[in-house]
């Protein structure tokens, strides 16, 4: 569900250092582009843009496309995550590799993103500690499926606030989109996660 803009998380600034080490839109975008998230490192490839799926759902305007690529070079994979309520899917969403069968967590909201990084808290419901919750295949074992991973990030994360995360700030995604399956479009049914 879509949660209203910026409603927890983001520590206060102080106005004097605002503007100090701020870096321009492209700058981020370049930076983002080239620095991948540390859970993801060596297994994905960017690359992809934004792959049309418009801003984050607190209206990030970063938007930074991957593809799933094994160790093993396949680009397939079974991908699950859990149901939970009525027809909401919930995190840890993890990749097994149709070929060599190595597992990622492609996203798991205690640990990966803006709120367990900077915050030490997770703003997803776990479907690991809900009772009602149960592990499904988002993709069909007969059917692996290319898998896109989109991480969207604020504009601010190069203030000063953030030097302590100089060396993670491709870890503060503020927002992710997970794509099953080869067609990326506003109708394609996809996986997404707000983290802040
Ligand atoms: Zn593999």
Request: hydrophobic share 35%; charged share 25%.
């Amino acid at each position: 569900m879509i949660q209203p803009a910026l409603s927890t998380g983001y520590p206060k600034k102080e106005e004097n250092n605002r503007m100090a080490s701020k870096a321009s839109f492209e700058d981020q975008v370049n930076f983002f582009s080239r620095t991948v998230p540390g859970h993801l490192k060596d297994i994905v490839f960017s690359g992809c843009p934004e792959l049309g799926l418009g801003a984050g759902g607190h209206g990030e305007q970063i938007a930074i496309g991957y593809r799933l690529r094994c160790k093993c070079k396949n680009e397939l994979f079974e991908v699950t995550a859990y149901a939970w309520k009525e027809a909401s899917l919930i995190g840890p969403v993890n990749a097994k590799c149709s070929s060599c069968g190595r597992s990622y967590a492609v996203f798991d909201g205690d640990i990966h993103g803006y709120d367990p990084v900077a915050c030490d808290t997770s703003s997803n419901a776990h479907g690991e500690r809900e009772e009602s919750a149960y592990k499904m295949n988002v993709s069909s074992l007969s059917d692996p499926k290319s898998l896109d991973i989109v991480t969207y990030y604020p504009e601010d994360l190069f203030d000063n606030d953030f030097d302590e995360f100089a060396d993670r700030r491709a870890d503060l995604f503020t927002w992710i989109r997970i794509i099953v399956g080869e067609e990326v479009n506003p109708d394609h049914p996809f996986l997404e996660f707000e983290c802040a």
